[in-house]
């Protein structure tokens, strides 16, 4: 889908985010990742421009944005910083769209003009023991009364030091696998939670990944999120959304790294020439334009097929896998096209290299993704 299919509100929020993203989050992109610092100031303008609650209709506060504008202006964020992109779409893909798409009435008017606001949320599905397999995870929720006493550990919990709202999975039924797992909304400042080892990571230093430790936790059966016994269905419809965000930052990333490597190979000069007058240059930057452009064509597809309301698992999975597994690539070619200057962190790529592998392991490996794709062709063959 070329630029010019665009809509005129899609094209605008195009041109408003690069804008923002170029002179607000590109210069500062570097030292986020070099201090590890979460990105606050960055942050609370996004939320006043709208863009922490990109989904979210209008009469709770939100934008009321279809899913197309939302990896156009993902794209061009996580082009600028990635660590930036993944704050804003753990934000949106994983902790406000759960509540949109599962919430009661009375759920979403508590917490969802507060996530559009200043209250970041995240997503707690994943364990020490439970990342890829979903359905092993270990918390417990025991129901007293009209509350359940939460108990366990979550892992790998982007936006988990800073969250102040968290979607929950936890075991209300133990002899079950899937089909015993509950979603819960939870007031991160509740008593009985804490929060357990924060990571250090090879990419996107400027966010928090964390643990977060519920012991005796009370959590008002209000707060279930669908029904109980439901979280697996709330989950796994959550993260096939949620990957067409992840496919949009990757393409992002792969942006990014192309714009540096070209701009790089018509200044650095070998043999007397550019270096963009070798052949061999040229075949690397043409491969990374014609990969990052059928990334970037899947994930509109994914988008446009979700905002039309039809099945978009596989293809979500699709441009998910491509996209993220592009990224890497590109960003080695990138390296390469920069020779010893891009080993250094003296140029942006080498950031890039290491902001790009986790979008081939977070919301679902690559494995998982090829699976769920073979998974959905068998059945289409049938």
């Known amino acids: 889908m070329l630029a010019s299919s665009l809509t005129q509100e899609q094209r605008l929020i195009k041109n408003l985010v690069s804008e923002f993203a170029e002179k607000e989050i590109k210069p500062v992109a570097s030292e986020i990742d070099k201090t590890s610092a979460f990105p606050w100031e960055i942050v609370e303008k996004l939320f006043d421009l709208g863009f922490m609650g990109h989904f979210i209709e209008e009469r709770y506060g939100g934008s009321g944005l279809d899913c197309l504008s939302y990896v156009i202006a993902l794209e061009e964020i996580s082009r600028a910083c990635a660590s930036t ?3 804003v779409m753990a934000h949106n893909s994983l902790a406000c ?9 009375e759920q979403k008017e508590k917490y969802l003009p507060r996530m559009c606001r200043d209250a970041i949320g995240c997503f707690a599905l994943s364990e020490p023991e439970s990342g890829s397999d979903a359905a092993g995870i270990k918390a417990s929720a025991v129901k007293k009364g009209g509350v359940y006493i939460l108990d366990g550990t979550k892992s790998w919990i982007t936006n988990g030091c800073e969250a102040k709202v968290a979607v929950v999975f936890a075991k209300t039924d133990k002899t079950k696998r899937s089909s015993g ?3 819960f909304i939870v007031d991160l400042d509740a008593p009985g939670i ?5 990571e250090s990571k090879l990419g996107i230093k400027g966010t928090s990944t964390s643990q977060i ?25 959550t993260l096939d959304a949620g990957r067409i965000g992840v496919a949009a930052q990757a393409v992002g990333i792969a942006q990014a790294v192309l714009d540096s490597s070209t701009r790089y190979s018509q200044e650095r000069k070998a043999f007397g020439k550019k270096i963009s007058d070798f052949q061999g ?25 979700k905002d039309r309301g039809e099945k978009y698992a596989k293809h979500s999975s699709m441009a998910k896998l491509y996209a993220s597994e592009t990224a890497m690539w590109v960003a080695t070619k990138g390296i390469q096209v920069h020779g010893g200057n891009g080993y250094t962190t003296d140029y942006p790529v080498e950031r890039h ?9 977070y919301e679902g490996t690559s ?4 699976i769920i794709i073979a998974r959905q062709v068998l059945s289409e063959s049938l």
């Open 353 to 361: 290299f290491r902001d790009a592998k986790i979008t081939e392991i």
């Open 194 to 198: 804490s929060l357990g080892k924060s």
């Open 367 to 370: 494995e998982i993704q090829r």
């Open 281 to 305: 240059i040229q075949f690397m930057l043409a491969d990374m334009a014609t990969r990052i452009e059928a990334s970037r064509l899947l994930t509109y597809k994914a988008a446009l097929m």
């Open 213 to 237: 430790v519920f012991e005796d936790c009370e959590v008002s059966a209000s707060r279930v999120l669908g029904e109980e016994g439901e979280g697996f269905k709330v989950a796994m419809k």
């Open 97 to 105: 769209a759960p509540i949109i798409d599962f919430g009661t009435e």
């Open 181 to 183: 797992i509950t979603a």
């Open 85 to 87: 992109g993944t704050i």
